[in-house]
């Protein structure tokens, strides 16, 4: 399974981006799919939570083997490199391993 995500790039804040990762698999065989995001030194994070309430929105088109993670009203903390990940297995956790499949990661760069 390969996923190719893509849509980063640069807004000012207040702006938005839709970012789509599409997969090589019919995503009925993926059953879980998730976005995280990851700065330089950091561990990587699942975009999910109060930092990303009301503002970000998760959706999967399976007649498009796509998600897509529709981010408004950017902030420079959202600055960094998100990726997508998916699983056939339930999702224990948020930790990044639950998810066996990743994609190559997205740049969005929000400036102030």
């Known amino acids: 399974v390969q996923l190719q995500a893509s849509g980063g790039g640069l807004v000012q804040a207040g702006g938005s981006l839709r970012l789509s990762c599409v997969s090589s698999?019919?995503?009925?065989?993926?059953?879980?799919m998730a976005w995280y995001r990851q700065a330089p030194g950091t561990a990587r994070e699942l975009v999910a939570g109060?930092?990303?309430?009301?503002r970000f929105t998760f959706s999967r088109d399976n007649t498009k083997n796509t998600v897509y993670l529709q981010m408004n009203s950017l902030k420079p903390e959202d600055t960094t490199v998100y990726y997508c990940?998916?699983?056939?297995?339930?999702?224990?956790?948020?930790?990044?391993?639950?998810?066996?499949?990743w994609g190559q990661g997205t740049q969005v760069t929000v400036s102030s």
């Open positions: 698999k019919n995503t009925f065989d993926i059953n879980y």
């Open positions: 109060d930092a990303v309430k009301g």
């Open positions: 990940a998916g699983g056939r297995r339930p999702i224990a956790s948020d930790a990044p391993d639950e998810y066996a499949y």
